[in-house]
């Protein structure tokens, strides 16, 4: 009798360190980027270089900071309207976009990459004067 509970007792070990080795072993997926962190690393002046066909190129200065809503961000300055004028975009990753804003009567859409080091963006959107889209890019370089 006390050969089986000992053998019992064993047996009993052996399957709890087994369940113990597998349970540990395997690791949760990997948690999702902090957006905040690339928020961080986006709140700066901006230089920025803006090509048209209406406007040709222009040279002027953006400031970006984080909004309240998360992943987001607000771009004054947007498209050289003035101070206190802003677009909000959405971060996502190494993506920035632009849905459907109206400014100072102007209709933006558009996207921006970012890039790696944090230190410049590439942009690509259309704005509506009331004439029909038109198409523009961009790029900021951190100051």
């Known amino acids: 009798m006390k050969t089986e509970v000992r053998l019992m007792w064993n047996i009993s ?3 709890l360190l087994f369940i ?3 349970t540990t072993s395997c690791n949760p997926d990997d948690p999702e980027p902090d957006t905040g962190d690339a928020l961080d690393r986006l709140v700066a002046t901006w230089k ?3 090509n ?3 406007y040709g190129t222009q040279n ?3 400031e970006i ?3 309240n809503a998360a992943g987001k961000i607000i771009i004054d300055n947007f498209f050289n309207l003035g101070l206190g004028k802003a677009v909000i ?3 996502n990753g190494q993506s920035i976009t632009i ?3 109206t400014v100072n009567g102007i209709l933006f859409n558009g996207t921006g990459t970012i890039a790696s080091n944090f230190n410049s963006i590439s942009w690509n959107y259309t704005f509506d004067e009331g004439n029909g889209p038109e198409s523009a890019t961009a790029t900021y370089t951190k100051m």
Do not use: I, M, P
Request: contains cysteine.
């Open 20 to 22: 113990a080795l597998f």
């Open 48 to 50: 920025c270089t803006e």
């Open 65 to 67: 900071s984080k909004d």
């Open 99 to 101: 849905s459907n804003q």
């Open 52 to 54: 048209s066909s209406t």
């Open 13 to 15: 070990v052996v399957v």
């Open 89 to 91: 975009a959405s971060v």
């Open 60 to 62: 002027y200065y953006v």
